[in-house]
Antibody, heavy 122, light 107 residues
Framework: QLQLQESGPGLVKPSETLSLTCTVS??????????WGWIRQPPGKGLEWIGS???????YYNPSLKSRVTISVDTSKNQFSLKLSSVTAADTAVYYC??????????????WGQGTMVTVSS | DIQMTQSPSSLSASVGDRVTITCQAS??????LNWYQQKPGKAPKLLIY???NLETGVPSRFSGSGSGTDFTFTISSLQPEDIATYYC?????????FGQGTKLEIK
């Protein structure tokens, strides 16, 4: 059973880079069967997709965040990561990693991590 | 970019009621539409994928329909454990967009 777990700092200073890692267990991040993605949710608000990556390294980003986002895969650690640069208070949110089965397009996000709260504050 | 308009934003219903949520896409997305349930403090859970397919293990009282731009999510008989916020999500053109969410409460 595939499981995902987010990790990273819970507090980031404004203008700095937010960095999170998602560790995959119960399956291989190199599998052609999955897309790996990041989604966030500001306190009391809705869900926002940040971006996704395929095992091949192909990335797909939300156009509204694309200039600040990098998603990458580390196959040696069975992890994928998120970097979001030049953060502001508006980036304060619960950040989720999730996976979808690659059948036709990105598919449904069937497996989620528990989420990690990141606060942007000096 | 494809926009998703979900309605209503909140809904109050009684146990046993039939509940319907709608989602409209700003352009044709075929059947590339998923529905999620999110309970407070928890990660979202995929209920319906590709507009009408029930995810494994999800109770049959949940269903989805539609294609193109207009989609419907239905709970046939509302149960107390269904209290949550529900989101639609499109995934056309290698991008995801979520609807604004519908907060479902018990009357």
């Amino acid at each position: 059973q595939l499981q995902l777990q987010e990790s990273g700092p819970g507090l980031v200073k404004p203008s700095e880079t937010l960095s999170l890692t998602c560790t995959v267990s119960g399956g291989s991040i190199s599998s052609s069967s999955y897309y790996w993605g990041w989604i966030r949710q500001p306190p009391g608000k809705g869900l926002e997709w940040i971006g996704s990556i395929y095992y091949s390294g192909s990335t797909y980003y939300n156009p509204s965040l694309k200039s600040r986002v990098t998603i990458s895969v580390d196959t040696s650690k069975n992890q994928f990561s998120l970097k979001l640069s030049s953060v502001t208070a508006a980036d304060t949110a619960v950040y989720y990693c999730a996976s979808s089965i690659a059948v036709a397009g990105l598919g449904g996000l069937g497996i989620w991590g528990q989420g990690t709260m990141v606060t942007v504050s000096s | 970019d494809i926009q998703m308009t979900q309605s209503p934003s909140s809904l109050s219903a009684s146990v046993g009621d039939r509940v319907t949520i709608t989602c409209q896409a700003s352009q044709d997305i075929s059947n590339y539409l998923n529905w999620y349930q999110q309970k407070p403090g928890k990660a979202p859970k995929l209920l319906i994928y590709d507009a009408s397919n029930l995810e494994t293990g999800v109770p049959s009282r949940f269903s989805g329909s539609g294609s193109g731009t207009d989609f419907t999510f239905t709970i046939s008989s509302l149960q107390p454990e269904d209290i949550a916020t529900y989101y639609c999500q499109q995934y056309d053109n290698l991008m995801y967009t979520f609807g604004q969410g519908t907060k479902l409460e018990i009357k």
